[in-house]
């Protein structure tokens, strides 16, 4: 049986290690604190600082695993080269890790070499070049650490005097030990899709039904699949998603989103590895959930097909305040409602706005997509985390 690394251990984390122990698989779950999400379901769970190369070094060495997994962007991905030339298999690649964590390395893979269609950008590394960004980009336009996620010193500028906060707020929220930031044209969408994309070791890319999903406060607040579009915009996405999988290479789930608007599709980014919006899964929307699908290709099990069974949408439960003991209220209300389903990730602790569990709806093929995710939201509007 194959002995697997996971490099974070959230809620993703979680489902993927349910996924790997149904058949047998063992699973080391690695994070920042005791008893995450995925440390209570996994053989063995450890506790270091993913950013801290020699640790991660350190834990390889110590575990000489089969499979590396990372689930979390904020890891010394540097490092993952060195472990595939060491022999080690990184998922889907160190390329794709390593890439992925950084804006402008995925966005000049993209635009530049494969010549994917993408918001205009540029970048800027004070708010002195700020501004010139800015006044070349045009207002409004979007600001982001290269290094951050989860909308982390994310900011829009709309006028000038945005600009000065924007740049502060950015250097607030960026993760990594570079101040660069990138500026992208405000994308007028009508819609955003993240399209899951599996990669396999001896097979073709398969592609999920789209996702739909609306963001807040750069988290999803509610998913749902399919995401109604015509077939010619979801085949030129199919396209771009093939291009950059194979240009990062290696096999795996992949959430590559897009925004669509009049003017066609533009590629934003891509998460080499099961998506957030993409839990939408767990309503056993596909034959093979997005974890289940993660794990088939890593371990080289073929997936002949992936079929849509059902419609269904995922709606996020956020906790409201800081806690050390997070309860909560109203499942029952959710578990009465028929057609519906949902998990508490069994996080220690709450703090306001983050994600602490999920409520799914599902309905027949042909059922309306948007009462569902209507269902789906108001069911986890009623759900409260307390603090006892
Ligand atoms: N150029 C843009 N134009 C319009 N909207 C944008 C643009 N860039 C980002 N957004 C909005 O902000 C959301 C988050 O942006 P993005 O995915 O780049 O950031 P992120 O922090 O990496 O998010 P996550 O890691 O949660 O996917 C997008 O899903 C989209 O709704
Ligand atoms: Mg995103």
């Known amino acids: 049986m194959a002995k697997i690394l996971l490099l974070g251990s959230g809620e993703l984390g979680k489902e993927f290690t ?43 060495e110590k575990h000489k695993p089969d ?80 290094m951050s996620s989860s909308g982390k010193g994310q900011s829009t500028i709309k006028t000038e005097a945005d600009i000065e906060k924007a740049w502060k707020y950015s250097q607030e929220g960026s993760r990594g030990d570079v101040a660069e930031v990138i500026v992208e044209a405000f ?74 608007a009049d003017d066609g599709v533009y590629f934003s980014e891509l998460s080499p590895r099961p998506h957030d919006t993409g839990m939408v899964t767990l309503a056993k929307t ?12 890593i371990l080289g099990l073929p997936i002949s097909e992936i079929t849509q069974e059902r419609i269904g949408s995922s709606a996020v439960i956020l906790a409201m305040e800081n806690s050390e003991n997070p309860t909560y209220e109203g499942l029952e209300k959710v578990a009465a409602s028929p057609k519906t389903d949902f998990r508490i990730f069994g996080k220690p602790t709450s703090r306001p706005f983050r994600r602490m569990g999920v409520v799914l709806t599902h309905d027949n093929l042909g059922g309306d997509i948007s009462e569902v995710t209507e269902k789906a939201k108001n069911l986890a509007s009623q759900i409260k985390v307390i603090s006892e």
């Open 187 to 260: 994308v007028n969408f009508n819609y955003e899709i993240t399209l899951l994309t599996v990669t396999q070791r001896n097979g073709i890319t398969l592609f999920c039904p789209p996702i739909g999903h609306r963001q807040e406060r750069g988290d999803y607040m509610e998913s749902w699949q399919p995401a109604p579009m015509k077939n010619e915009i979801l085949e030129e996405a199919q396209q771009m998603a093939e291009k950059v999988t194979t240009a990062l290479s290696g096999c795996g789930v992949w959430g590559v989103e897009f925004f669509v």
């Open 18 to 60: 349910i996924a790997a122990k149904r058949i047998g698989q063992t699973v080391i779950a690695v994070d920042s604190y005791e008893n995450a999400p995925a440390a209570q379901i996994a053989d063995i769970s450890e506790v270091i600082n993913m950013l801290d190369g020699n640790a991660l070094d350190a834990l390889v």
């Open 286 to 297: 596909q034959n093979f959930n997005e974890f289940e699908l993660h794990l088939r290709a």
């Open 67 to 146: 499979y590396i997994v990372p689930e979390i962007e904020a890891i010394r991905t540097e490092r993952f080269y060195e472990y595939e030339k060491q022999g080690y298999t990184v998922i889907p690649s160190a390329k794709a890790a390593n890439f992925t964590m950084n804006r402008k390395a995925i966005r000049d893979l993209a635009a530049n070499e494969l010549g994917l269609k993408t918001a205009k950008y540029r970048y800027a590394t004070s708010a002195e070049s700020l501004k010139n960004a800015v006044s070349e980009i045009g207002m409004p336009c979007v600001v982001k650490p290269l």
